[in-house]
């Protein structure tokens, strides 16, 4: 039988291993019981002969807490250190080892992962034969049909298209394929999702390609083209949108940057480990993405492979999903508190230095979740959009209309160099739309004072 531990504080203080904390620690601010359970664990760990906060892993903790079959005994730990170490790298890898074991001891069928329901297209590998051999030739790079395969970065959207088209079809009771009965029923499925004229045309356009890629009746192209020309008129008539959205954002990357900095700034108020994680994500996305308004698809970085940390600086180096082109940019060191809050995750800044490397070594996604695990897909754009009620691409309009009103010709030349653009149509469509709206903005005095030559300092990787 294991006689109880009954020490006291003091009692526990006497040993060796706290001499050099003795000075810094408040004791008011621990109990006997925390200070025992963290006792014995330091104890484990001079029996292990580990000599470095950086050897310790999951592992260690486990077998710390061997023969326990719950939790609670790393949870009491994890209390403990936070009480006497707060900020201790060491509190992050004991919070997996407790994931780990509720993972160990949840019933079978509780551990499977949710399926997300699809609510208005098929599975991938639901799709006709046809479909899907049509497709893996536009992966392969074949022309056919009088259509050049796209780009492949484009393979997923056509692919969604006809996904979204055979969902339509099933829905309707008619054959899944090229029909004018699946288009019809496509067509009024669109309209009743309210979706934007925009988002109709580009439907249209891909489904036409994709219709002409894989052959099909004349009476269904002229349907196709009858509704992509519909679609034009629409979007040429629709309010935009954007305009109101741009709003919110103060026009201005500087005025979401001092956002961000509020984000980054609540989070280290809050208590929930998750709310905490998500501010400073969302800070971060909303800082990063302002200046250097990437697609989404390009959002998706790695520390160690896309950022790097070099002389006191973060670099950036993305493959663009687009066009395949390089996109290197040196961060402005006042958004490196933007990064170093990611990394850290709540520890303290002392252990920066020993962390980023880790970080760059392991190739951790700069953007996680509180579990460790990497974020989706749409996660920097979920970011923006609660925020400001619209995705991480309206970066790329603020940015215009901010440079452009700043510098003219040379800001719009500015901002597609920023955002990874390259064809002369978009410069000349954003120098006439987007620059002509943000000078009567100025005119306004909407944009009075918003800027000055420190802030332009955020641009100069471009």
């Known amino acids: 039988m294991i006689k109880p531990d009954r020490r006291t504080v003091d009692e526990i203080l006497q040993h060796p291993r706290w001499d050099p904390l003795i000075a810094t620690l408040n004791t008011d601010s621990v109990t006997a019981p925390q200070m025992r359970i963290l006792d014995k664990f330091l104890a484990f760990i001079e029996d292990r002969q580990i000599a470095s906060i950086w050897e310790l892993n999951v592992s260690e903790c486990l077998s710390f807490d061997a023969g326990y079959q719950s939790a609670n005994r790393l949870r009491a730990l994890k209390r403990a250190m936070q009480a006497v170490f707060p900020g201790q790298p060491a509190i992050l890898v ?3 080892a407790i994931r780990e074991t509720e993972a ?6 509780a551990a499977k992962p949710r399926m997300r329901a699809l609510k208005v297209s098929v599975p991938a590998d639901e799709l006709p034969r046809h479909w899907t051999d049509a497709l893996a030739e536009l992966e392969a790079g074949f022309d056919r049909g009088g259509v050049i395969a796209p780009s492949p970065e484009m393979i997923p959207t056509y692919r969604m298209k006809l996904r979204q088209l055979a969902y339509s079809a099933r829905k309707a009771g008619v054959m899944e394929g090229f029909s004018t009965d699946a288009i019809k029923a496509y067509a009024r499925d669109m309209r009743g999702r309210g979706l934007a004229a925009a988002t109709q045309l580009a439907s249209f356009s891909a489904l036409k390609k994709s219709a002409r890629y894989v052959g099909t009746d004349p009476e269904v192209l002229e349907l196709l083209s009858e ?4 679609a034009e008129e629409r979007a040429r008539k629709a309010p935009k949108n954007k305009y109101e959205k741009l709003q919110k954002t103060g026009y201005s990357p500087v005025a979401i940057i001092d956002r961000a900095d509020d984000l980054l700034k609540e989070a280290t108020t809050l208590t929930c480990p998750q709310s905490q994680q998500a501010a400073r994500n969302t800070a971060a996305a909303l800082a990063l993405f ?6 989404l698809a390009d959002t998706r970085l790695v520390l160690g492979e896309h950022v790097y940390w070099r002389d006191g600086v973060y670099a950036l180096h993305v ?3 687009k066009n395949g082109g390089t996109y290197d940019a040196q961060i402005d060191p006042r958004l490196n508190c933007f990064i170093d809050a990611l990394i ?20 951790r996604p700069l953007f996680i979740r509180n579990d460790g695990e990497a974020v989706g897909y749409n996660y920097v754009s979920d970011c923006w959009r609660r925020v400001y009620e ?3 691409h309206i970066a790329r309009t603020i940015l215009h209309t901010f440079l452009g009103v700043e510098r003219g010709i040379a800001g719009t030349d500015m901002a597609m160099a920023a955002c990874g653009q390259t064809s002369p149509a978009t410069a000349a469509k954003n120098q006439a739309e987007m620059v002509g709206k943000a000078r009567r903005l100025q005119g306004q005095k909407s944009l009075a004072g918003l800027v000055d030559d420190t802030h332009m300092k955020l641009f100069e990787f471009i």
């Open 319 to 321: 493959t663009l999903s």
């Open 227 to 230: 509704l992509l020309r519909k």
């Open 344 to 363: 850290l995750r709540g520890c303290d800044e002392a252990w920066l230095d020993q962390m980023r490397e880790d970080c760059q070594k392991t190739k």
């Open 390 to 392: 619209t995705g991480e």
């Open 290 to 295: 302002s200046v250097l308004p990437v697609r």
């Open 94 to 96: 004991l919070t997996d």
């Open 104 to 109: 160990a001891n949840r019933k079978p069928g």
